[in-house]
């Protein structure tokens, strides 16, 4: 089925967008996210502070000494666990 003007006019005005995107991202339309990418990776990196970080520093700390009976005292593989 042959197309009309108006599908044509709408893939002329589709395939001229594509390639504009296409060949020119940054001035077309990436250029406009800058600040809202900004501010969410200040933000993400204030949050890596405040909340991983203390997390990660607590998980380092060794474990305190368990006083293990007998045998057990011993076997390195159940103080590990212990």
């Known amino acids: 089925m042959p197309s009309n003007r108006r599908e044509n006019t709408i893939a002329g005005v589709l395939l001229v967008l594509a390639i504009l995107l296409g060949v ?3 001035p077309t339309l990436l250029r406009y996210m800058d600040k809202t990418i900004d501010r969410q990776v200040n ?5 890596t502070k405040e909340v991983k970080l203390p997390a990660l520093e607590a998980a380092r700390k060794p474990k ?3 006083n293990l009976p ?5 076997c390195e593989v ?3 666990f212990a």
């Open 64 to 66: 305190p000494e368990r």
């Open 24 to 26: 020119f991202p940054y």
């Open 78 to 80: 159940c103080r590990e």
């Open 70 to 74: 007998g045998d057990l005292a011993e």
């Open 43 to 47: 933000e993400l990196a204030a949050w």
